[in-house]
């Protein structure tokens, strides 16, 4: 199986759902003649031209706005936000035109829209463009929301998403754009071969283990099995890990199939701890385990500031190994945290 950055795994799913169905059209800022702020797109404005792959202007709201309608009337738009905080900027077509429209309408329109977008820390771009915004699409019914953490899930996911009649909300990390992982082959045309689609709502258990269950979103599902060697090789703890892989919607039951198994569970993410992702997931599993758990659900997650834009301040400002050991050895009773 050969291996692709996750860019190039991202690419991929563009270029084969491009090829695959006409409707499908791109759009964002930089996208065509540039490839990409992260080189997501390159090469596929000389193959497939300016009428499926738009450069926009700087205007979020306008551009979303344009994909909701293309969608309304029949195309399959991906748009492609530089970094999420941008979507702020959107968040009026998004929330109240893409997610609700389907509902409004009483069922006769649908909005088959992808909406990409960066997130995370780590690259010194301060707070307007590093911030982890999960947890607010999260919250609004009508949307769907896929946070990828490998390459093989990115190319999945994507083109599931692509194919999927409700808007999604499809949010990569920075950091994961270089990561090289194994990726199925595309099959060769005429053989009849299976393509490679991820399925909504399944989440992967990454690690197995019985001592304790570590969730982690988005890059944390990466930062959790490093957690997890960690605690194996020094304290001899087998944590399992759990990577949701999408957000709505959940497969809550894998979570708590592993809870069952292993009586403790530790919830990490990148983003606030207010209202988070962290906080959704440990009410439901606090509220749907509370019998299978044998301490207090502990959450790990990015700190309740603005990312700095020093490089020391933005390290400390969103989880690492060692405060995932530490939570984990926690809730075993190793360490008062």
């Not at 190319?155 to 009649?165: M, N, P, V």
Request: proline letters at 7%; charged letters at 20%; a negative charge.
């Amino acid at each position: 199986m050969p291996e692709l950055r996750y860019r190039e795994a991202l690419n991929q799913a563009l270029r084969e759902e491009l090829q695959r169905d006409e409707r499908v059209v791109l759009m964002g800022e930089d996208i065509g003649v540039f490839g990409g702020a992260f080189k997501v797109t390159e090469g596929l404005l000389e193959e497939f031209g300016e009428r499926r792959v738009r450069d926009t202007p700087i205007s979020e709201n306008t551009f979303v706005g344009i994909g909701v309608g293309a969608a309304m009337t029949g195309l399959r738009p991906v748009v492609e936000l530089m970094t999420v905080n941008f979507a702020l900027l959107a968040f009026d077509q998004i929330v109240n035109h893409a997610a609700h429209i389907h509902y409004m309408f009483g069922g006769q329109a649908r909005v088959p829209l992808v909406v990409r977008m960066p997130q995370g820390a780590g690259h010194q771009l301060g707070p307007t463009h590093s911030h982890c915004l999960e947890a607010m699409f999260l919250h609004v019914p009508g949307l769907l929301v896929a946070t990828p953490s490998t390459a093989a899930d990115a190319k999945g996911l994507l083109k599931t998403a692509i194919r999927d009649e409700n808007p999604v909300i499809f949010i990569e990390h920075e950091s994961l754009y270089g990561v090289r992982g194994e990726v199925p082959d595309p099959p060769t045309p005429g053989t009849g071969g299976e393509e490679h689609l991820v399925s909504f709502g399944r989440a992967a258990v990454r690690r197995e283990g019985s001592d304790v269950t570590i969730v982690g979103v988005s890059r944390m599902a990466v930062t959790a099995q490093r957690a997890a060697e960690q605690l194996a090789a020094e304290h001899g703890v087998q944590a399992e890990v759990i990577d949701p892989r999408t957000l709505r919607p959940l497969d809550l039951d894998t979570i708590l199939q592993s809870v069952a198994k292993t009586n403790r569970c530790v919830v990490v993410e990148e983003g606030w701890p207010h209202g988070g992702v962290g906080a959704n997931l440990s009410a439901l599993i606090s509220e749907q385990a509370f019998d299978d758990l044998d301490a207090p659900v502990r959450r790990v997650s990015g700190a309740d500031v603005p990312m700095p834009y020093s490089k020391p301040l933005e390290d400390i400002a969103y989880p690492h190994e060692p405060q995932i050991v530490q939570a984990a050895l926690a809730v075993l009773g190793g360490v008062r945290a």
